[in-house]
């Protein structure tokens, strides 16, 4: 069984920064793709970013281009999103996917975390 728990949310000025975090407890991590998924209140998920489970491959929403960071450390069994130059539409509850093939829809997701709500103030 996976499980993904992130970390790392919380409350940030525009323009700031956060570094999410989300940590696998099974003992496959490597052979699963990863993303981030965010949720803003009254919307519905959407992708942010994917890395392949070697880490040689990435994508992202146009939107989030230049701005955030996908890495992951397969030793450590934890992927990143490194995000920058926060906005307040970027407010969210951001969630870890793990996936067989690159989890960039929801319905190609087969693991879910909790997630972890990113809060931006103007």
């Known amino acids: 069984q996976v499980q993904l728990v992130e970390s790392g949310g919380g409350l940030v000025q525009a323009g700031g920064s956060l570094r999410l975090s989300c940590a696998e407890s099974?003992?496959?991590?490597?052979?699963?793709?990863m993303g981030w998924f965010r949720q803003a209140p009254g919307k519905e998920r959407e992708f942010v970013a994917a890395i392949s489970w070697s880490g040689g491959s990435t994508y992202y929403t146009d939107s989030m281009k230049g701005r955030f960071t996908i890495s992951r450390d397969n030793a450590k069994k934890t992927v990143y999103l490194q995000m920058n130059s926060l906005k307040p539409e970027d407010t969210g509850v951001y969630y870890c996917?793990?996936?067989?093939?690159?989890?960039?829809?929801?319905?190609?997701?087969?693991?879910w975390g909790k997630g972890t709500l990113v809060t931006v103030s103007s």
């Open positions: 099974g003992r496959a991590f490597s052979t699963y793709a």
């Open positions: 996917a793990a996936a067989y093939q690159m989890p960039t829809r929801t319905s190609g997701v087969d693991y």
